[in-house]
């Protein structure tokens, strides 16, 4: 039984279905009129046009001032971006948590990063699949002086080790600030991690941090139910518009273990130049740095009125049966001597991963077409995806089973390098393609791919 007849189980065949066909032709038209073919909506969701129809009035019909005043432009940027806040706290069902605006997910995991108390006797365990900007938490915690280790995955499916996470569970009891830092969905493989270890490093006295960023766009996050320390998402994910607008949810119990060093405009409720003083704000605003994007903030609750109205069941039903379209597609690609076109690395055949697949496509002879040939072809037939190791190096690592000893050779061997260096210096090859599927996709989207890389076949 194919992939797909798995998924129709529970999805029946919403890759063809009628309410997101029109969908398309409504919202997002102007794919059709440039004939894109968009397959990277885990890099940047698009947005449908009724928001930015939308926002643009609201900004042509009002007059808007910087917040934090009680003058009448100023009160009314105030209502919008309060209005805004208390919108994202509804659809995560965030009471308990605390809702802070950032630039984006990185924004919101840098604000982790910097004023968590790794200087106290502080530990990080990252899992191997992670972006970088959650990697990059590594460095606060070296500099203040606290210990950090990865997680490793399964080489098969890139799912995280079990056995590893239950052992550091068992062994890593002595440090006082634990911090378990993992995505609920891989930006590359597309595995959905279990949301269950939150619960079970949180019982064990571990802070978590969820970085929500891929999973959120096509999943319904419930933050009643499973309730991370930390969250991080970035909106243009969810719904395309506007850019530059993420955030940081703080469980409320735990906002004041962050230890923020510094005060800007806007965060601070009270400070003197004479005296060396200050007294941070106690609500979101103690991270807000200087003046939030008062005037886009409004529509990530348009934007979010519209996700609703779409239903993130039957969203993220919709994904799982276009992706299992996907995967059964390219994998019936065969060379006529029988060899593989695709593979597909991670999962292919389980429930638990969302719209984003990583491959690479091969030869007759079973040689690796390099991505950035696939890219170049694919990107000449207006199909957009992406190629590389997006950000996450750990699992490209996995994948291409680079040697911690070999990674060791390269770093010591020089004081800057880069992707071209290091595929030279290993003789190995790095990277892959990324496909992912989203809010706007038909089944016509997949069928262009599919065709492409037929083009391939016997070659
Ligand atoms: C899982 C994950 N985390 C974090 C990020 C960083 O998001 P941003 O670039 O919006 O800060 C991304 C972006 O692709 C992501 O996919």
Redesign the pocket.
């Known amino acids: 039984m194919g992939l797909l007849m798995k998924f129709r189980k529970s999805s029946e065949t919403l890759y063809e279905d009628d309410f997101f066909e029109n969908l398309r032709k409504r919202e997002f038209s102007r794919l059709a009129k440039e004939k894109h073919v968009y397959l990277d909506y ?2 940047g969701n698009l947005y449908p046009e009724s928001l930015v129809v939308k926002h643009f009035d609201y900004l042509k019909s009002n007059v808007f001032g910087n917040p934090h005043s009680m003058n009448p432009t100023s009160r009314l940027s105030t209502k919008y971006v309060e209005s805004a806040r208390k919108a994202v706290s509804k659809f995560f069902n965030a009471s308990d948590y605390v809702v802070i605006f950032t630039a ?4 919101a ?1 840098h604000i982790v990063g910097e004023n968590y108390p790794f200087e106290e006797d502080g530990f990080l365990m990252l899992s191997s699949d992670n ?1 970088n ?2 990697n990059g938490i590594r460095e606060y915690c070296k500099n203040k002086g606290g210990r950090f280790v990865y997680s490793p995955l399964n080489y098969e499916d890139l799912s995280l080790n079990e056995q590893f996470l239950n052992d550091a569970l068992e062994k890593e009891t002595s440090a006082k600030n634990k911090l378990f830092a993992y ?1 609920a ?1 891989s ?1 590359v493989s597309g595995v959905r991690h279990p949301l269950d270890y939150i619960e079970k490093f949180q019982n064990a006295g571990w802070d978590v941090l969820l ?1 929500a ?2 999973y959120v766009p096509t999943s319904q996050l419930d933050l009643s139910v499973y309730k991370p320390d930390f969250v ?1 998402v ?1 909106f ?2 969810i719904f395309g518009f506007p850019t530059g607008i ?1 955030c940081l949810l703080v469980r409320k119990d735990k906002f004041s273990k962050l230890h923020k060093r510094w005060f800007a405009g806007g965060t601070v409720s009270l400070v003197s130049v004479n005296v060396d003083n200050h007294y941070l704000a106690n609500n979101h605003e103690r991270f807000e740095n200087g003046t939030v994007n008062y005037l886009e903030i409004p529509a990530i609750e348009r934007g979010l009125d519209f996700m609703e109205g779409i239903g993130m069941q039957r969203l993220n039903e919709r994904v799982a049966s276009l992706t299992a379209y996907l995967i059964d597609s390219l994998l019936n690609l065969k060379h006529q001597n029988g060899n593989e076109l695709v593979r597909i690395f991670g999962p292919i055949n389980r429930k638990d991963r969302g719209g984003n697949i990583i491959l690479n496509l091969y030869n007759h002879t079973g040689a690796a077409h390099p991505f950035e040939e696939i890219e170049a072809m694919a990107s000449s037939r207006m199909i957009s995806l992406r190629g590389g190791c997006f ?1 996450n190096p750990g699992i490209d690592e996995v994948n291409n089973c680079v040697s911690t000893d070999e990674l060791a050779r390269y770093y010591t061997s020089r004081d800057k390098g880069d992707y071209y260096d290091m595929i030279a210096f290993l003789g190995k090859m790095r990277g892959a393609i990324r496909l992912s599927v989203g809010l706007a996709t038909t089944k016509a989207d997949i069928d262009e791919f599919v065709k492409f890389a037929s083009t391939l076949l016997d070659k």
Request: glycine share 14%; with cysteine; charged share 10%.
């Open positions: 885990t890099g984006n997910a990185s924004g995991l972006h900007s959650v995505p969905q930006n970085d960023a891929a991080s970035s243009y994910k993420g950000c």
